[in-house]
């Protein structure tokens, strides 16, 4: 098991990308010259539209795909260490799982302990207490004889995330969590990310819910295909790097002072939850346009 986390001791560093370029074997390129920094401690969002290259730099970072050029450290070890020492968690998107297969619910969390197993994967008592610890962390204690695939999406991805945290994984990388839960189930997991986030471990989070993203985190990484901007969310969620990332695909709507009651509000939205940003600059004060 992975020694306990302490934000003493915690390296500053917990993702490093430098210049990190994924061609895939058809010859498209997915990301190029990407660099960012993300330090321990922290929950940072990942945006940019379908086909920006999100789940590719996910798989980067796991290792699934070759960086043709460039560096990627996590907690300032290469990639192939950090894995090797069980400190990267992924939790998928629900797309790239397949619900058919028959596993229970306990059985996908342990899964999580396989790297700290040796080769004939025999769960010590240890193991079996991370699992039911996981579990409970996430309220799926009760579901844990059901069958995966007889969950709801909600509840599935309670369990992936359950699987994470019995790995003790220092950083989780989170290819859109919220993506089909519900509003109860997506507070339910930024609660609990914020809780790993205060024992020092380091969230990557991808998100079309561009709404919550200023409410729990406390960075931003704005890729296509790049790395537009990243940084603190008050400097890098803003206007114009979000026009920037989301160019024509961006609804953008400005509410009229005199229907709102107050000064006109600006709302960016690229999917289900959107962007309220109530002091918008003078140039679109027009009454409700929307640009599709
Ligand atoms: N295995 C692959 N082989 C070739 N091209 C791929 C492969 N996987 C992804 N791509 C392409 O790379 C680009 C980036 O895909 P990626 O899945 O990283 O985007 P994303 O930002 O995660 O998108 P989404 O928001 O839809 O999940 C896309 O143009 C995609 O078609």
Redesign the pocket.
């Known amino acids: 098991m992975n020694a306990p986390l302490s934000a003493r001791s915690a390296p500053a560093s917990g993702i490093s990308v430098t210049n990190a370029t994924v061609t895939?074997?058809?010859g498209?390129t997915?990301l190029r010259d990407a660099s960012f920094e993300i330090p321990t401690g922290t929950i940072t969002a990942l945006i940019?539209?379908?086909?920006?290259?999100?789940?590719?730099?996910f798989k980067a970072i796991m290792g699934f795909v070759r960086v043709a050029r460039g560096d990627i450290t996590v907690l300032g070890r290469p990639i192939e260490a950090a894995l090797k020492q069980n400190l990267v968690a992924y939790v998928p998107?629900s797309e790239d799982v397949d619900w058919n297969f028959p596993v229970l619910v306990e059985d996908v969390v342990m899964m999580g302990r396989y790297g700290h197993m040796n080769f004939l994967r025999i769960a010590t008592a240890r193991d079996r207490a991370a699992v039911d610890a996981a579990l409970e962390r996430v309220g799926m204690g009760a579901m844990r004889k059901r069958q995966i695939g007889e969950l709801s999406g909600g509840q599935k991805k309670r369990v992936f995330l359950a699987r994470a945290l019995a790995q003790d994984g220092r950083v989780i990388l989170l290819d859109?969590p919220f993506t089909g839960v519900d509003v109860q189930t997506e507070a339910a997991i930024i609660e609990l990310l914020r809780g790993l986030r205060d024992e020092g471990r380091v969230m990557l989070v991808?998100t079309?819910n561009l709404g919550s993203v200023p409410e729990f985190c406390d960075r931003a990484v704005l890729?296509n295909r790049t790395v537009l901007a990243h940084g603190p969310t008050r400097e890098t969620f803003t206007q114009a790097n979000l026009e920037r990332t989301f160019g024509g695909v961006l609804r953008h709507v400005v509410l009229d002072p005199a229907t709102v009651g107050s000064g006109p509000i600006n709302i960016l939205s690229d999917d289900e939850s959107p962007l309220l940003l109530p002091d918008p600059p003078a140039a679109s004060a027009e009454s409700a346009e929307a640009r599709p």
């Open positions: 895939y074997r058809n498209h997915a940019g539209v379908n086909g920006s290259g999100k789940s590719t730099l998107q859109e991808s079309h890729l």
